[in-house]
């Protein structure tokens, strides 16, 4: 079994070690970022995300057990709050050095309905721990991220979304949740009760106070097969509107310096089941970097290494439920800047980045992923009144990711997109007052609910405040 990022570069090692010392060879300096200290002068202890490159050092750390203790922290607690998912944000949401609070001890499900097939699940859930849960009540998120590790509070922060022309991100199958503000009150919120709040903060950045429950709307389970299959590149951008109108879920990884995309599909089958291997990304993302890291000065080869490797490679199937397949784990850390474009201009996008990172940026071997995802009408949802294509560029977690904003940044923004909250970006609030219709009424509905600021830190003044 391959992986999806296998299946183009399987092979390649082979390749690169019959070039031996070939000319261009270069040993691209391969070292571990330095790391904050693991506690601060006063003894704070460290927090940091994912990737690794925020940190803070909170005075305080919360895990209320239930919303009436969240309540009462929210109240009592001196200072700025911020909660925490899983971490998994590259942007500075979570940052503070003062109250950081997690809702791992507030997880699972409250109650389901299976005549309208919604389940209300606490916000600390992890998705990964929701799918077999879900499963074991007969039914499934309609649509899932790439992993899977989120709590589902920190997905609905910052709109995290899958792919398919059909599905919109996460929040938007959310009918109704619960919110604990920061002067201490529980508010129930749907599209009657509440509305305002429950448009302004259904995606959130954890800056309205903190969700304690959620309601979705689930469907019945269905089998899957996932299919991730080698193509050239020029093919799957001319064939990706037939490719979204074709299936139920669709997207590729373009394959820098290599005219190589993997395609990845997912479609209702009623074959017999038929699991996924083991888990392959680090071998195939560890040989880009050897390709990248041996022939990164020779775009000829490391070309044609990469398509010799790819003549052969097998297309990878799984059949199975969705929530088995849909996720995956990455194990290879990177850092990340995902914009959401109005569909129409999504694939022009993406032939501009990947020509300026051809250009300019031999040291980039992650693959670039496309999406699509369907709109909602959340006032913070980048997906707002609009269906989206998504274009995420990746760097190692040792490479540098400055060209993320003066290379990649302004060609997204010149094409309209909207950047993912929780991905890096260097927008601020007059952007965001331009780019977001009800921007301004969802800071708004956020001031009214926290006058006093206490769910901001820098990171969110820049997004909320003018100036
Ligand atoms: C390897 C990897 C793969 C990823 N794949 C995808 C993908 O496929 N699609 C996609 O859209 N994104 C993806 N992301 C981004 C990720 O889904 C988002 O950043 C998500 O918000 C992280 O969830 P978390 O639980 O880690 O939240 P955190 O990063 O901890 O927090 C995110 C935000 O939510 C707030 N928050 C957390 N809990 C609550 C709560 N209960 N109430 C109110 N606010 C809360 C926080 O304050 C913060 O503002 C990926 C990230 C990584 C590292």
Redesign the pocket.
Known sequence: MVSRRAVVVGGVGAGIAATGGAAGYRVWRDREPASPPSQDDQGRLLWR???GIQNAYPKERAAPDGEEALAGILKSSPGPI??????????A??PTGGTLLT?DRMSGLVSHDAATQQATVR??T?LGDLGPALAAIGQEMPNL???N??????????????TGRAFK?IHGDVTAFR?ATPRGDVLACDRTTNADVFHAARV?????????EITLQNRPLKRVLKRTVGRQLDEVIEEWPSLIAQHRNVEFYAIPFTGLAALITVDETDKPVSPRGPDTDVDAVMELKKLRDVAGFLPGVRRSLAQAAFKDAPPDEAVDEGWKLL?NE?PVR?N?M?YHLPLETQMAALRDVIAAIEKHRSDVFFPIEA?VIDADDAWLSPFHERVSGSIAVHAYYKDDYRFFFDLVEPILRKHGGRP????LHSLKHADFVSLYPRFKDAVAVRDMLDPDGRMLNDH?RAVFQDG
């Open positions: 995300n994912w990737s911020r909660p925490v998912g899983a971490g998994h944000s590259f942007t949401l979570v809702l916000a600390g992890r991220p790439d992993i590790k989120q709590s589902l509070g920190g997905a609905l922060g910052t709109g995290t979304h899958g991100a919110i959130n950045l954890g800056a309205f106070g903190v969700i304690s996720s990455r990177f990340e995902e999406r993912h909250w929780g991905k969110l």
